[in-house]
């Protein structure tokens, strides 16, 4: 299953934070996502419901019958990278138009590559689906530095 929601980019410190705030037993959305605004620098609950998701994503946490829990995983680096390069949609996308690109790209210039990958139900879903999705690249290109698959050269990405 890929996951489609990303957070805005943060430190792999304040993911590892961030997995520590969910219980270990199992805990409403509600209870979750107000550990995580207590425990941690997010300030509102949508916020933190994004990190549960990205959470999951990345191995840190699981859905039970019961709620959410986190894992006892430690976040380690290379782990992250897989995680966010096979669970999260359009990261290896993103990847592989960096991989193919002959200098460093932009937002703009990554997002009209992968633009095509925009499920075709997403875009009659919002009219803002464009502005949308390209919010979504740019973050997902952010955490593709933050996982050091990729570097960021003068406002442009590259493979690093």
Known sequence: MKFKIVPVPRSRGFVGEAQQALPLVPGSENDCCARLV??????????????????????????TESGYRRLRRDPAPDDLAAAFRERVFGAETVLSVLDAADEPLDVEAVYERFREEVPNWERYRRADWDEEWRERVDRLLGWTVVFDLAERVDGAYRIG
């Open 38 to 63: 207590d425990r941690t620098d997010l300030d509102a609950r949508d916020e933190a419901r994004e990190w549960i998701t990205f959470l999951r994503a990345l191995g840190l946490a699981e859905e």
